[in-house]
């Protein structure tokens, strides 16, 4: 499980296509701190395993599932990525719960500098329309975010300057994707009023 805290960005410095996917070799800091074989991070959100790694970077796989699902297949040596270790069972909680199991990409669809602040606008992909509500948590690339506004087919969320000079956010324009995953809470509310409704029926 993660919190959505980004402990760093990390820079891609090698992608490796393979039969059944590819591998990335990512270049950090903070997470090599305790890094081992079998480790959990996330990658822009995603919820990866280390499978190799030495004192400058470590290496994860990405099967064909997390290929399609995510835009990890596409991205390339020198891009930028958000980094967060599991959290240990007597961590400090400060986001949200965040699986690293992501739903879907979302467009960015505006960039607005707020005074000192920024405002994202990200499409509202169909079918999540439901699990995004005002004021409710969403993770994007990883980073636990508050709804600002939900409009029709678009949100918004309000970057603080420490996110944005500590995230990846800080290079993405309109026309980028970012990796969305729902509050899972949202997900077992529907999943339990589903079975509910279905006895009442």
């Not at 699990?131 to 409009?151: H, M, N, P, Q, R």
Request: with cysteine.
């Amino acid at each position: 499980m993660f919190t959505g805290i980004v402990e760093e960005t990390g820079e891609v410095v090698e992608v490796t296509e393979t039969d059944d996917g590819r591998r990335l070799r990512i270049a950090g800091d903070v997470v090599l701190e305790d890094i081992g074989h079998g480790a959990s991070i996330a990658v822009s959100g995603v919820c990866l395993t280390v499978e190799e790694f030495d004192a400058e970077t470590f290496e994860v796989f990405l099967a064909e599932e997390t290929v399609a699902k995510t835009y990890l297949g596409t991205v390339e040596a020198g891009d930028l990525v958000n980094l967060e270790r599991a959290m240990p069972a007597d961590g400090r909680f400060d986001g949200h719960i965040v699986q690293g199991h992501v739903d879907t990409t979302a467009e960015v669809l505006a960039v607005d500098r707020v005074g000192e602040d920024w405002r994202f606008t990200f499409e509202l992909p169909e079918g999540y329309e439901q699990y995004v509500v005002d004021k409710g948590s969403v993770t994007l690339d990883g980073i636990s975010l508050t709804v600002a506004e939900k409009g029709e087919g678009e949100f918004a969320v309000a970057i603080i300057p420490t996110t944005y000079e500590l995230t990846n956010l800080s290079a993405k324009e309109p026309g980028d994707f970012v990796h969305l995953e729902v509050d899972v809470m949202a997900k077992y509310v529907e999943n339990m009023l589903d079975g509910y409704t279905d006895r009442l029926a």
